[in-house]
């Protein structure tokens, strides 16, 4: 069982930077693969960047070399630094979190809104 909580998100301009913050809440964190995911007005949600229990990691095509997913599992958070934002990353971030040996179990979070605008 799994909780999780976003935070970071807000409005920045075009080539800024934002950090998006996860905190999840259970006692096997560390084993789950950890994503973040997003949709923008009028689109699929879709997967930005996930990162496994192992800390390896994949990328959207559109993001790669601009973002990058990372995790503390001491402090049971996931985090997506974003950089060289751009109006089309607009959208709604959430945070997922899936059992990789039981994949029917995953949880995901309420989501933080970012904004890429002039």
């Known amino acids: 069982q799994v909780q999780l909580v976003e935070s970071g998100g807000g409005l920045v301009q075009p080539g800024g930077s934002l950090r998006l913050s996860c905190a999840a809440s259970?006692?096997?964190?560390?084993?789950?693969?950890m994503g973040w995911y997003r949709q923008a007005p009028g689109k699929e949600r879709e997967l930005v960047a996930a990162?496994?229990?192992?800390?390896?990691?994949n990328y959207a095509d559109s993001v790669k070399g601009r973002f990058t997913i990372s995790r503390d599992n001491a402090e049971n958070t996931v985090y997506l630094q974003m950089n060289s934002l751009k109006p089309e990353d607009t959208a709604v971030y959430y945070c997922?979190?899936?059992?990789?040996?039981?994949?029917?179990?995953?949880?995901w979070g309420k989501g933080t809104l970012v904004t890429v605008s002039s």
């Open positions: 990162i496994t229990g192992g800390f390896s990691t």
């Open positions: 997922n979190a899936r059992n990789p040996l039981i994949t029917r179990i995953n949880f």
């Open positions: 259970g006692s096997i964190f560390s084993i789950y693969t």
